[in-house]
């Protein structure tokens, strides 16, 4: 059963700081996603990674894969107030369902 | 550019009745997925299909069905509903072919009374 741990699973920080979820998974996963999610909002995807040692950027967010120690991670630079939401990481895909993390409700004061 | 529709919205429903959510993918898209999250917790899969036939189950309960139809759009039944089941609902969709990023449509919020 594949099974997939974030932490922090909280996580206050001040703007301008830079910060780093973490997101483990069980067995071996083809691909691993993250997400953000707004309270009471849908899913926005963040990052699709696909192979080892996979890094995708967007803005001040960065995710890394790293097969080998079945870890993920997503970097956040310089975070702004827009980035508070909370962190999905999921690991399956295809046509089978994804299995998500607990997620990292991430808060960014001024 | 054209996203997941789910419908309704809302949706307040009593213990034991009957509730169906629809589900519109994205044009195109070949798999339909199906999610349940309650408050403060993480999106739990249900089922999901890929070419109109099941493809993965995941923690569906027996009291809820769905299917997928011609025209690619789903519906997930719930029948005599538990308080425990209220909850949003998500439908995502994919294309096999491509990266396959699971797109998620707005959730449907369904209240148990």
């Known amino acids: 059963e594949l099974k997939v741990e974030q932490n922090p699973l909280f996580l206050s920080m001040q703007e301008g700081k830079n910060y780093t979820i973490y997101c483990n998974y069980s067995?071996?996963?083809?691909?691993l996603y993250w997400y953000r999610q707004d309270p009471g909002k849908s899913l926005e995807s963040l990052f699709v990674?696909?192979?080892?040692?996979a890094v995708k950027q967007e803005g001040r967010l960065m995710a890394s894969l790293d097969t080998k120690a079945r870890l993920s991670t997503l970097h956040i630079t310089a975070a702004v107030h827009d980035l508070s939401a909370t962190y999905f990481c999921a690991a399956g895909g295809g046509a089978d369902g994804l299995t998500f993390g607990k997620g990292t409700h991430l808060i960014i004061q001024p | 550019a054209a996203g997941v529709i789910q419908s309704p919205r809302h949706l307040i429903k009593e213990k034991r009745e009957t509730a169906t959510l629809k589900c519109y993918p994205i044009?195109?898209?070949?798999?339909v997925y199906w999610y349940q999250q309650g408050p403060g917790q993480d999106p739990q899969f249900l089922i999901s299909?890929?070419?109109?036939?099941?493809?993965d189950k995941g923690s569906i309960p027996d009291r809820f069905s769905a299917q997928q139809f011609s025209d690619y759009h789903s519906e997930l039944n719930m029948s005599s509903l538990e308080l425990g089941d209220s909850a949003l609902y998500f439908c995502?969709?994919?294309?096999?072919?491509?990266?396959?990023?699971?797109?998620f449509g707005p959730g449907t919020r369904l209240t148990v009374l």
């Open positions: 995502a969709s994919s294309q096999q072919i491509s990266t396959d990023t699971q797109y």
């Open positions: 990674l696909l192979s080892n040692g």
């Open positions: 299909f890929y070419e109109k036939m099941q493809s």
């Open positions: 044009p195109r898209h070949d798999t």
């Open positions: 067995t071996t996963s083809d691909r």
